[in-house]
């Protein structure tokens, strides 16, 4: 029986990966979660899965759930988190908060040396080479969640890593694929949220729409499999069946396919490398689906891709700049405050006006990103 700590119970990844422990109860048991101040949401998922450890954003939040805990403990904030991905009992640690906030946690875990599943992608993107130089040190894999990465790491399983020439990512393109620069102009929030493959949380949404989500994947697999950005490719998929791909030198290419359906890289996370029965997931059909489409991505089109091949390049705190402009400028237009082009102009804002600091230590590292979303929302005033 594994025993894991959920973090963002409450959201898209968290309530799929309840409903694979829910699927699988003599395999897994959910020993402790966090979230952030869905109660409506969490207040249901204590009662089915009983944690025994709960962790919630802040004060007022634990009042409101206080009642209907029953002999849980409940903790607050990152340190909350941080506590309950060090728990004894607890053997995975599957991270799925949005955003930076998710950093502290996973580096705990990894000190702790439990497996790690990480969908937090913005952890690897604020200080990828601090987490994964604690993941050396300390002999612990970070099991991706990610559909692409989770794709790339099947790909490269039983491989020599030498021998891996080319990470190859798929983008579906978003809810704005077919969209001009100038169509873009006057989208709304909620044509923004309406993505064509996935259903996921508002902010990853609004990333796939701007093509950020993209980015920020490049800047995920370069760290998760050590690979440089020139070996990093992202082709236009739109039907989101070829999760990515791997190219070997002698140009075989070995890629992983599925319906679109994270609970499939949310288990292998859970059961690598082993797997499991997924009833509830539709085979892939491929007769049906009769062709598959790829074709070229435009740097012109889509700028928040460039910028994240760029920041990730000159690296540091450059990528720290990057997401955490990016969280706060998608969390001012989520509210209304900025046009979706202004997205971008406040990411390439953020990022002239910055001076790198070429090896961040944490600190550093919270610091700017604290600096960063204060300016970003400066920018409106
Ligand atoms: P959601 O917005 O749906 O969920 C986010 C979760 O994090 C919620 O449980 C939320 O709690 C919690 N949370 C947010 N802020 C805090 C905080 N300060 N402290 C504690 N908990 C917090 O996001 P997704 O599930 O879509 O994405 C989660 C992560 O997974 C992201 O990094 C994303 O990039 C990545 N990912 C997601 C995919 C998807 O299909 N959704 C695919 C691949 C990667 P609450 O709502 O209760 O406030
Ligand atoms: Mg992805």
Redesign the pocket.
């Known amino acids: 029986m594994k025993q894991i700590a959920l973090l963002?119970?409450?959201?898209?990844?968290?309530i799929q990966t309840l409903d694979v422990i829910r699927e699988h109860r003599d395999q897994f048991s959910l020993y402790a979660m966090?979230?952030?101040?869905?109660v409506e949401?969490?207040l249901p998922l204590i009662q089915e899965f009983k944690p025994q450890l709960i962790v919630v954003?802040d004060f007022d939040t634990k009042r409101k759930i206080q009642h209907g805990v029953g002999d849980a403990k409940v903790l607050i904030g990152t340190e909350g988190?941080v506590e309950a991905s060090v728990q004894e009992e607890v053997d995975v640690v599957l991270n799925?908060?949005?955003?930076s906030?998710g950093l502290s946690a996973t580096l705990a875990a990894i000190r702790a040396k439990k497996q790690i599943a990480i969908?937090?992608?913005?952890t690897l993107v604020t200080a990828g080479h601090l987490v994964m130089a604690e993941a050396k040190k300390y002999g612990v894999d970070l099991l991706p969640?990610?559909?692409e990465h989770s794709a790339i790491f099947q790909s490269l399983n039983g491989e020599r890593k030498e021998d891996a020439t080319r990470l190859i990512l798929t983008a579906s393109g978003g809810s704005f694929r077919d969209y001009s620069r100038d169509d873009l102009k006057n989208v709304t929030v909620e044509d923004a949220l309406n993505h064509p493959n996935?259903s996921?949380?508002?902010?990853?949404t609004i990333d796939s729409a701007t093509m950020m989500n993209k980015g920020l994947e490049v800047i995920e697999a370069h760290w998760l499999f050590d690979m440089p950005y020139e070996k990093i490719d992202v082709i236009m998929h739109k039907e989101s069946v070829i999760h990515s791909l791997v190219e070997y030198t002698d140009k075989s290419v070995i890629a992983q396919l599925g319906t679109p359906d994270?609970k499939v890289p949310i288990q292998y996370a859970l059961t690598y490398p082993n797997r499991l029965e997924l009833a509830n997931t539709k085979s892939l059909d491929l007769v049906e689906i009769g062709k598959l489409h790829f074709s070229e991505m435009s740097f012109e089109r889509f700028p928040a891709l460039k910028m994240a091949y760029e920041a990730g390049r000159v690296g540091g705190t450059m990528t720290t700049v990057l997401n955490a402009a990016n969280e706060q400028a998608v969390d001012l237009f989520l509210h209304g405050h900025i046009p979706f082009l202004t997205i971008e102009h406040y990411i390439e804002r953020a990022l002239e006006e910055h001076t790198l600091i070429e090896t961040p230590s944490l600190e550093e590292i919270q610091q700017i990103d604290y600096e960063t979303r204060v300016r970003v929302q400066q920018y409106v005033k």
């Open positions: 963002g119970a409450t959201g898209s990844i968290g966090a979230f952030g101040k869905n949401k969490a954003q988190m799925a908060v949005m955003g906030v969908a937090n992608k913005e969640v990610d559909s996935w996921m949380g508002s902010k990853i994270m």
